[in-house]
């Protein structure tokens, strides 16, 4: 290292799960030995955090160069502005400029996976490279529901509905057909796999969201079909909101005999089954079949560019992104933490070396990806009050769950709550002076 290197400061989501940061610092300590004259410094913060972070070194003129934002703070990242008032953040794909290379390293974006791609663009254009990413799944247990004559996975939520009635007659209703967190990211999958919009202007992605949509005819589909489940005795609720945990304790403990899930549990999932002795399959999150199925959405992280870089720093940043990228660096970030294979020759690697073969569950949300249309709604929204929206559902469910409140009323009320959040929201960021929004929440 010398005093004269080019420094790269790059912020990353940390996850806090021990040693998840550990393969950014390798890969950066690689690539700066590959290329003399870079340094790259990793510096990872709360997931939570970080918008927050970087806005407050952006308002100080010391923003990082680099900076990763969580899926639900995109629209955070395009309103944060610089100490100028000038947005924070550039184009990736703009600042490429269709260079097949830079300093070396091949430029990976079109072998992005569309999902994880079109998430994150906007005007067709890949404003963010992504990092992470990881959807919704269902994991069953395989001895359980041939036990009780279910031949194959659900794929719908009616198919759903009859296996638990199988398993609560198997098991004279010692055990429960399903459990899933009350988290705002399985509303936001049953809206849009119904071909359903969350929030206006194309979820976003046709221009800044301004109308909230949280009782629309797609979500009572499903906030009926689930409070039915629940009144049956087949949906497993703790009486806690995002109980992650307290679902997945429910599966691996054999209480119920399906689980919905993110996909980056399912290899634990896997692993903690077989050790409690018996075997999780994994297939996709059941749809409504009285509506199109769009596909679901991801979820995840991406790396967002700082505008106005002297040209080399720019394109060491640029080249880092990309080694980052690097077939066997995707794939090795798949093995260690369970997101999603972002890009075709990952995926090519992955499969040549016999990891699917051999981790049949893992193969399963990227195949289900694959299916999406494609569509906003599918996609998922890009908004900036995404909070209110992520947390008013689970709100609302709960006390539909549990207080007996009638859905079409209650979801309003949170529809109205969030459409108030998102109309103060917008005011910071338009107008003859648009500036960071003072509140960076970050939902999760």
């Not at 996975?153 to 429960?176: F, M």
Request: glycine letters at 8%.
């Amino acid at each position: 290292m010398s005093e004269n290197d080019i420094v790269i400061r790059a912020s990353f989501c940390d996850y806090l799960y021990p040693g998840y940061m550990d393969p950014l610092f390798e890969r950066a300590e690689e690539f700066n030995s590959i290329h003399p004259g870079y340094r790259v410094e990793v510096t990872g913060h709360d997931f939570r955090l970080l918008p927050q972070i970087v806005a407050d070194a952006a308002a100080r003129g010391d923003a990082p160069d680099i900076a990763g934002y969580f899926y639900t703070a995109t629209q955070f990242a395009r309103d944060t502005r610089d100490a100028t008032g000038a947005p924070l953040f550039t184009s990736v794909e703009r600042e490429i400029a269709g260079r097949t290379e830079i300093l070396g390293e091949r430029v990976v974006l079109d072998d992005i996976v569309p999902a994880a791609r079109d998430y994150f663009s906007y005007d067709g254009e890949l404003v963010s490279a992504p990092l992470t990413a990881s959807t919704v799944v269902l994991l069953a247990n395989a001895e359980l529901i041939q036990a009780a004559g279910i031949e194959r996975l659900p794929g719908t939520w009616r198919e759903l509905e009859a296996a638990c009635t199988a398993i609560a007659k198997h098991t004279d209703g010692s055990v429960k057909g399903v459990a899933w967190p009350n988290h705002g990211w399985f509303f936001q999958q049953a809206v849009g796999q119904q071909s359903g919009l969350l929030v206006d202007q194309a979820n976003g992605r046709a221009g800044r969201a301004e109308k909230v949509h949280l009782a629309s005819p797609e979500m009572m589909n499903y906030v009926r079909w689930w409070q039915r489940l629940h009144s049956n005795g087949h949906y497993l609720y703790a009486g806690a909101k995002a109980d992650w945990m307290g679902a997945f304790d429910a599966f691996v403990e054999q209480r119920v005999a399906f689980l919905a899930t993110t996909s980056v549990e399912v290899g634990r999932a896997t692993t903690t089954a077989r050790e409690a002795g018996f075997t999780a399959v994994a297939g996709p999150l059941p749809h409504n079949e009285n509506a199109p199925n769009a596909g679901t959405s991801i979820g995840g992280d991406s790396l967002w560019l700082a505008d106005g870089l002297e040209p080399a720093k720019r394109d060491g940043a640029l080249a880092f992104i990309q080694y980052l990228l690097r077939p066997e660096h995707a794939a090795t970030w798949h093995r260690a933490n369970g997101r999603i294979p972002l890009t075709r020759p990952a995926l090519e690697l992955l499969e040549s070396e016999g990891w699917f073969r051999e981790h049949p569950n893992a193969r399963v949300a990227t195949d289900q990806l694959d299916r999406a249309d494609g569509s906003p709604a599918a996609l998922g929204m890009l908004v900036g009050a995404f909070a209110a929206i992520q947390y008013g559902a689970p709100d609302a469910m709960h006390d539909v769950l549990v207080e007996g409140a009638e859905p079409v009323s209650r979801f309003e009320r949170a529809q109205a709550e969030a459409q108030q959040e998102l109309t103060a929201y917008n005011a910071q960021c338009t107008g003859a002076q648009p500036r960071t929004p003072q509140h960076l929440t970050v939902a999760w």
